[in-house]
Protein backbone atom coordinates (compact mmCIF):
# COMPACT_ATOMS: atom_id res chain seq x y z
CA UNK A 1 0.00 0.00 0.00
CA UNK A 2 1.49 3.22 -0.85
CA UNK A 3 1.09 6.74 1.57
CA UNK A 4 1.88 9.48 0.31
CA UNK A 5 3.38 11.88 3.00
CA UNK A 6 1.61 15.19 3.41
CA UNK A 7 3.86 17.93 4.72
CA UNK A 8 3.05 20.15 7.46
CA UNK A 9 0.56 23.00 7.57
CA UNK A 10 2.51 26.11 7.25
CA UNK A 11 0.84 28.51 10.18
CA UNK A 12 -1.46 31.08 8.77
CA UNK A 13 0.39 34.80 8.36
CA UNK A 14 -1.45 36.61 11.20
CA UNK A 15 -0.49 33.68 13.70
CA UNK A 16 2.97 34.10 12.70
CA UNK A 17 3.41 37.60 12.84
CA UNK A 18 2.14 37.23 16.59
CA UNK A 19 4.10 34.43 17.64
CA UNK A 20 7.09 37.05 16.20
CA UNK A 21 5.85 39.81 17.99
CA UNK A 22 5.74 37.61 21.07
CA UNK A 23 8.97 36.51 21.07
CA UNK A 24 10.58 39.77 20.24
CA UNK A 25 8.71 41.65 22.96
CA UNK A 26 11.43 43.32 25.21
CA UNK A 27 11.36 40.61 29.08
CA UNK A 28 10.07 42.53 32.08
CA UNK A 29 12.97 43.23 34.36
CA UNK A 30 13.34 41.14 37.35
CA UNK A 31 11.41 41.89 40.12
CA UNK A 32 13.71 43.59 43.00
CA UNK A 33 13.66 42.02 46.72
CA UNK A 34 10.76 43.96 47.54
CA UNK A 35 9.74 47.08 49.62
CA UNK A 36 9.85 44.84 52.66
CA UNK A 37 13.67 44.34 52.97
CA UNK A 38 14.74 48.00 52.14
CA UNK A 39 12.48 49.22 54.51
CA UNK A 40 14.26 46.97 56.95
CA UNK A 41 17.43 48.12 55.91
CA UNK A 42 16.73 52.26 56.32
CA UNK A 43 14.99 51.44 59.83
CA UNK A 44 18.33 49.44 61.25
CA UNK A 45 20.12 52.65 60.02
CA UNK A 46 18.42 54.92 61.60
CA UNK A 47 17.93 53.28 64.85
CA UNK A 48 22.06 52.88 65.44
CA UNK A 49 22.45 56.44 64.13
CA UNK A 50 20.22 57.64 66.97
CA UNK A 51 21.21 55.60 69.07
CA UNK A 52 25.10 55.94 68.76
CA UNK A 53 26.78 59.01 67.38
CA UNK A 54 30.51 58.57 65.85
CA UNK A 55 31.53 62.29 66.19
CA UNK A 56 30.96 65.60 67.62
CA UNK A 57 28.24 65.95 70.04
CA UNK A 58 27.09 68.91 72.43
CA UNK A 59 27.08 70.07 75.42
CA UNK A 60 24.33 71.05 78.12
CA UNK A 61 24.72 73.60 81.04
CA UNK A 62 22.88 73.88 84.04
CA UNK A 63 21.97 77.34 85.23
CA UNK A 64 21.02 78.34 89.26
CA UNK A 65 17.83 77.29 88.92
CA UNK A 66 18.79 73.60 87.85
CA UNK A 67 17.29 74.18 84.34
CA UNK A 68 19.72 73.20 81.31
CA UNK A 69 20.24 74.77 78.66
CA UNK A 70 22.16 73.41 75.49
CA UNK A 71 25.07 74.68 73.52
CA UNK A 72 26.30 73.99 69.93
CA UNK A 73 26.22 70.20 69.17
CA UNK A 74 24.58 67.41 67.36
CA UNK A 75 23.21 65.65 70.73
CA UNK A 76 21.33 68.04 72.52
CA UNK A 77 19.36 66.97 75.95
CA UNK A 78 15.40 68.52 76.95
CA UNK A 79 16.54 71.65 78.25
CA UNK A 80 13.36 71.45 80.92
CA UNK A 81 14.56 68.42 82.38
CA UNK A 82 14.89 68.52 86.44
CA UNK A 83 18.72 68.36 86.95
CA UNK A 84 19.25 69.98 90.07
CA UNK A 85 18.99 66.85 92.40
CA UNK A 86 21.38 64.05 91.94
CA UNK A 87 19.85 60.91 93.45
CA UNK A 88 19.77 57.27 91.64
CA UNK A 89 20.86 53.73 91.95
CA UNK A 90 22.80 51.11 90.04
CA UNK A 91 23.90 47.83 90.09
CA UNK A 92 27.44 46.53 90.03
CA UNK A 93 28.19 43.84 87.32
CA UNK A 94 27.93 41.58 90.59
CA UNK A 95 24.27 42.26 90.64
CA UNK A 96 24.75 44.59 94.42
CA UNK A 97 22.77 47.52 94.34
CA UNK A 98 24.45 51.23 95.32
CA UNK A 99 23.66 54.52 94.93
CA UNK A 100 25.10 57.73 94.06
CA UNK A 101 25.58 58.29 97.67
CA UNK A 102 27.98 55.61 98.21
CA UNK A 103 30.04 57.69 95.91
CA UNK A 104 33.37 59.29 97.26
CA UNK A 105 32.67 63.05 98.13
CA UNK A 106 33.39 65.26 95.74
CA UNK A 107 32.93 65.63 91.87
CA UNK A 108 32.04 63.21 89.27
CA UNK A 109 32.12 62.22 85.76
CA UNK A 110 29.32 59.88 85.05
CA UNK A 111 30.03 58.34 81.42
CA UNK A 112 27.07 56.31 79.70
CA UNK A 113 28.68 53.45 77.27
CA UNK A 114 27.82 50.55 75.95
CA UNK A 115 29.38 47.44 74.00
CA UNK A 116 27.65 47.71 70.77
CA UNK A 117 29.04 51.62 70.52
CA UNK A 118 31.66 51.75 68.62
CA UNK A 119 32.75 55.36 69.66
CA UNK A 120 31.97 54.67 73.40
CA UNK A 121 34.94 51.95 73.12
CA UNK A 122 37.11 54.51 71.10
CA UNK A 123 37.06 56.82 73.87
CA UNK A 124 36.89 54.72 77.12
CA UNK A 125 40.89 54.43 77.04
CA UNK A 126 41.23 58.12 76.81
CA UNK A 127 39.36 58.35 80.12
CA UNK A 128 41.65 56.22 81.72
CA UNK A 129 44.07 58.12 81.61
CA UNK A 130 42.08 60.94 82.38
CA UNK A 131 41.13 59.32 84.99
CA UNK A 132 44.68 58.84 86.49
CA UNK A 133 45.40 62.37 86.11
CA UNK A 134 42.75 63.86 88.31
CA UNK A 135 43.02 60.68 91.18
CA UNK A 136 42.23 61.91 94.33
CA UNK A 137 40.17 64.92 93.36
CA UNK A 138 37.84 63.68 90.72
CA UNK A 139 35.40 60.15 90.75
CA UNK A 140 34.78 58.34 87.63
CA UNK A 141 31.72 56.51 87.22
CA UNK A 142 31.09 54.57 84.06
CA UNK A 143 27.70 52.73 83.94
CA UNK A 144 27.09 49.91 80.57
CA UNK A 145 23.48 51.24 79.86
CA UNK A 146 21.00 48.45 77.49
CA UNK A 147 23.89 46.17 77.36
CA UNK A 148 24.35 42.41 77.94
CA UNK A 149 26.72 42.58 81.76
CA UNK A 150 28.57 39.56 79.93
CA UNK A 151 29.49 42.38 76.94
CA UNK A 152 30.54 45.30 79.45
CA UNK A 153 32.51 43.12 81.43
CA UNK A 154 34.38 42.34 78.32
CA UNK A 155 34.36 45.66 77.27
CA UNK A 156 35.91 46.73 80.61
CA UNK A 157 38.72 44.31 80.33
CA UNK A 158 39.58 45.06 76.53
CA UNK A 159 39.73 48.78 76.88
CA UNK A 160 41.67 48.58 80.42
CA UNK A 161 39.51 51.21 82.38
CA UNK A 162 40.11 50.94 86.46
CA UNK A 163 37.91 53.43 87.60
CA UNK A 164 34.19 52.65 88.86
CA UNK A 165 31.47 50.49 86.96
CA UNK A 166 28.14 49.74 86.71
CA UNK A 167 25.27 48.38 84.91
CA UNK A 168 22.18 50.49 83.50
CA UNK A 169 20.48 48.01 82.15
CA UNK A 170 16.90 49.52 81.24
CA UNK A 171 18.55 52.86 80.72
CA UNK A 172 17.19 54.19 83.60
CA UNK A 173 19.54 56.50 84.70
CA UNK A 174 20.32 57.39 81.04
CA UNK A 175 16.57 58.65 80.83
CA UNK A 176 17.07 60.83 84.57
CA UNK A 177 19.79 62.88 82.92
CA UNK A 178 17.73 63.21 79.54
CA UNK A 179 20.33 61.00 77.50
CA UNK A 180 19.81 61.12 73.77
CA UNK A 181 23.01 59.52 72.36
CA UNK A 182 25.90 57.65 73.26
CA UNK A 183 27.97 57.64 74.84
CA UNK A 184 26.39 60.55 77.27
CA UNK A 185 28.77 62.08 79.74
CA UNK A 186 27.48 63.84 83.08
CA UNK A 187 29.64 66.65 84.69
CA UNK A 188 28.30 66.02 88.38
CA UNK A 189 30.07 69.19 90.88
CA UNK A 190 30.72 68.74 94.40
CA UNK A 191 27.47 70.05 95.48
CA UNK A 192 26.06 67.02 93.87
CA UNK A 193 24.61 69.22 91.21
CA UNK A 194 24.47 68.84 87.38
CA UNK A 195 27.14 71.37 85.65
CA UNK A 196 26.77 69.91 82.28
CA UNK A 197 26.06 67.04 79.85
CA UNK A 198 27.78 66.14 76.73
CA UNK A 199 26.51 63.56 74.07
CA UNK A 200 29.19 62.46 71.93
CA UNK A 201 32.86 61.30 72.52
CA UNK A 202 35.40 62.88 74.23
CA UNK A 203 39.19 62.63 74.01
CA UNK A 204 42.20 63.00 76.56
CA UNK A 205 41.79 67.28 76.10
CA UNK A 206 38.19 68.11 75.60
CA UNK A 207 37.36 65.88 78.94
CA UNK A 208 40.35 67.63 80.75
CA UNK A 209 38.89 70.87 79.53
CA UNK A 210 35.46 70.12 80.69
CA UNK A 211 36.37 69.08 84.14
CA UNK A 212 38.71 71.86 84.76
CA UNK A 213 35.94 74.55 83.21
CA UNK A 214 32.84 72.50 84.95
CA UNK A 215 33.72 70.85 88.21
CA UNK A 216 37.24 72.35 89.20
CA UNK A 217 36.81 75.91 88.58
Known sequence: MFTKSIPPLSKPREQTLMTTRRERSPQKPPQSQGPVRVLAMLLAIVLVAAACTSDGGGTNTV???GSASATDGAGENDPEIDVEAVAFTF????G?????????DGPVVLNFFASWCPP???EMPDFETVHQNFAGEVTFLGLATQDRVESAVELVEQTGITYQVGNDQNGDVFSLFGGLGMPTTVFIDADGRVASVHTGALDVDSLTDSINDDLLS
Do not use: H, K, R, T
Open 63 to 65: GDD
Open 91 to 94: DDFE
Open 96 to 104: ENLSFADLP
Open 120 to 122: CIA
